[in-house]
């Protein structure tokens, strides 16, 4: 009997022993997962943020949060500061408890100066365009754009504010005799020229992209950092051209290119270059 009872002692034991070494195990498990590789903080949104949404009001209420997640799940480009958000605008929706990432972010603060950060010695040119002419929500506060104008063959326009965009050698080989005849001319063919080599965007109302909608075509203002004298041939383009168009300047080369672009033949090709 006390033999017996022995043998039940120690299996009893042995069992109280196993199951601490599968209890131990479990934890040691867990601890592992949490704290047991190397950790990264990371921040994360607290709700639902939509594309071209300004982050600093938001930062302000509190709607986001840091958080450890092992290094090896960090997402490339991954937020890691609440202040890494101050002056940033959403390009990208961004969804609840996921890591922001900076390519969904845009650097694009607003230049300091003024309420707008115009430049001193500019002005600040608003103009409302349609979405594919201002980029469709792609082009952001801070980014630097070329303007192009396109005028139709045919149409009358005032000869002065001609001037504002073409040296009197191309306006000479663009009107031919008529450059002499009266203020207005007739326009003999179609042509696009750079108006401005590089502006850089002080404003600029993008529509936001709502799942099942698409982005509105019409009514996006903008607000660009001109120099008096470009401010006054941008308006004439806005107010005689048949299309204003902007092309994004990579942030390599913010301040443009020296060649006047043109679809089809070059202007240049057809008027000439500048005197």
């Known amino acids: 009997m006390r033999s017996r009872g022995l043998v039940v002692a120690i299996a009893v034991v042995?069992?109280?022993v196993a199951a601490a070494a599968v209890i131990l195990y479990t934890n040691g498990v867990k601890n592992d997962a949490v704290t047991g590789g190397a950790l990264s903080v990371v921040v994360v949104s607290k709700q639902d943020i939509a594309a071209n949404t300004n982050l600093n009001p938001l930062l302000e209420e509190g709607a986001f949060t840091e958080l450890k997640v092992p290094?090896?799940?960090?997402?490339?480009?991954?937020?890691?500061?609440?202040?890494?958000?101050?002056?940033?605008?959403?390009?990208a929706p961004i969804l609840a408890n996921e890591q922001i990432a900076s390519a969904r972010l845009s650097g694009g603060d607003a230049p300091q100066g003024g309420a707008l950060g115009i430049t001193p010695g500019n002005v600040g040119l608003p103009m409302v365009l349609d979405g594919?002419?201002?980029g469709y929500g792609l082009i952001q506060r801070g980014d630097n754009v070329v303007v192009y104008a396109t005028f139709k063959g045919g149409q009358v326009a005032p000869k002065a504010a001609l001037r504002t965009l073409l040296s009197p050698a191309q306006l000479q080989k663009l009107l031919g005799d008529a450059s002499a005849n009266g203020p207005l001319v007739a326009i003999p063919f179609n042509f696009t020229v750079t108006v401005v080599q590089s502006a850089r965007v002080l404003n600029i109302g993008n529509?936001?992209?709502?799942?099942?909608a698409e982005f509105s075509e019409t009514n996006i203002p903008v607000t660009l950092d001109l120099t008096p004298?470009?401010?006054?041939?941008?308006?004439?383009?806005?107010?005689?051209?048949?299309l204003l168009n902007f092309a994004h300047l990579p942030p390599e080369n913010?301040?443009?290119?020296?060649?006047?672009?043109?679809?089809?033949?070059?202007?240049?090709?057809i008027v000439g270059s500048k005197a």
């Open 14 to 16: 042995l069992a109280i």
């Open 132 to 134: 594919g002419a201002a």
């Open 71 to 91: 290094t090896d799940a960090v997402v490339d480009g991954a937020v890691t500061s609440l202040n890494s958000l101050r002056g940033q605008t959403t390009t």
């Open 207 to 212: 529509p936001v992209a709502v799942e099942g």
């Open 254 to 269: 913010a301040d443009g290119y020296a060649i006047e672009a043109s679809l089809g033949a070059s202007f240049d090709d």
């Open 229 to 242: 004298e470009d401010g006054e041939a941008v308006t004439y383009a806005l107010t005689y051209a048949d």
